[in-house]
């Protein structure tokens, strides 16, 4: 536990020193990946630490003001760990198809309202418990969310995962179904001939500076074909390069699509056995053991360290970033 801890402090401390560093990452999108990485990491520091423990000694021994501070942080915090998955998914989804519209109005004040709505729904679901939070006399062994009141399991579960997931599937779906479409598109669309002259500098005649000239374009569906002549002292080269951009597109439209089934997958794989383990418990007390609520739990958390690794690895502008952060951190130690 404070190995995972410890990684997901680092992670995602490492993401936001990555943003922060590098220009070519201040964007809407990457502001947004980077607020997920401030609710992760406040995952890690206000939550983790104390969890793990509470897991180990199986008794409460910061009191109860600790107790209802440590709650909420932890509702708070998973909970707008989770809407951010939603809000970074919505954003895809608009960006992909309505690319030209949404363009104008993907701006760092629009990223900044979709963050504040996420932190408002999430502080509205860890608030309710407060109002009818009873003062014990006695001294307090244990701190769990009280789950008597029924209607605010419910509320709490559907608000915070099911209702999020259900989201989630049906954006990545359509982002999908949207990404094959243009794969398929640039696969049947041909490409375009392009032309160019450039004047050889050391022949004789020349002139200092080397001129270059776009003869333009013609339609070809052929595959891609380099071919250098030599007319005098011109050198003619004849590629397809549109195509070749069109092969570079697809090719990224395909290695997104694998990343969001691997973001979906990890993101349910981790939190689905909580909220099912939390819904059932209500109608079954029975069924309560702890030591299968605590692994579901950290499971749970397991999710704020997988966050940062899979939302960077699949970005080479991170992964640049990244590298160069490292480097200098190095260079200067």
């Not at 997901?8 to 990452?25: D, E, G, P, W």
């Not at 809407?28 to 990946?33: E, G, S, V």
């Not at 179904?177 to 640039?186: D, T, W």
Request: with cysteine; hydrophobic share 45%; aromatic share 10%.
């Amino acid at each position: 536990m404070a190995l995972i801890t410890l990684a997901t402090t680092l992670s995602n401390a490492f993401v936001i020193a990555t943003i922060y560093q590098s220009r070519k990452l201040h964007t809407p999108a990457n502001f947004l990946i980077a607020s997920l990485a401030v609710t992760d990491l406040l995952v890690s520091i206000l939550v983790m630490p104390i969890s793990a423990l509470y897991t180990v000694s199986q008794t409460w021994t910061l009191g109860q003001v600790m107790c209802d501070i440590w709650l909420s942080s932890d509702i708070t915090c998973c909970t707008a760990s989770i809407l951010h998955l939603c809000v970074i998914a919505l954003d895809r989804y608009w960006a992909i198809t309505d690319a030209v519209e949404y363009s104008k109005k993907r701006t760092p004040g629009r990223a900044a309202g979709m963050i504040a709505t996420a932190w408002v729904i999430a502080i509205s679901i860890s608030l309710p418990p407060f109002f009818w939070r009873q003062v014990k006399a006695e001294e307090v062994t244990s701190c769990n969310v009280n789950t008597d009141h029924i209607f605010y399991t419910i509320y709490s579960t559907f608000g915070a995962f099911y209702i999020p997931t259900l989201l989630l599937i049906a954006l990545y779906g359509r982002i999908y179904v949207e990404a094959r479409k243009r794969i398929l598109k640039q696969s049947h669309k041909p490409g375009k001939r392009l032309t160019s002259a450039h004047l050889i500098t050391n022949s004789p005649g020349s002139v200092a500076s080397s001129t270059s000239l776009n003869y333009g374009t013609t339609d070809s569906s052929s595959c891609d074909t380099t071919s250098p002549a030599s007319v005098g002292q011109v050198k003619v080269t004849v590629s397809d390069a549109l195509l070749e951009k069109k092969r570079i597109s697809a090719a990224r439209e395909r290695k997104a699509t694998k990343t969001l089934g691997v973001i979906l997958g990890a993101y349910i794989v981790c939190w689905l056995p909580f909220f099912i383990y939390t819904l059932l418990l209500p109608v079954c007390e029975s069924c309560f053991h702890a030591e299968l609520f605590d692994s579901f739990t950290w499971l749970g958390y397991l999710n704020s360290l997988i966050n940062p690794i899979i939302y960077t690895m699949s970005n080479e502008d991170f992964k640049q970033a990244f590298h160069k952060l490292t480097r200098f951190r190095c260079c200067r130690a």
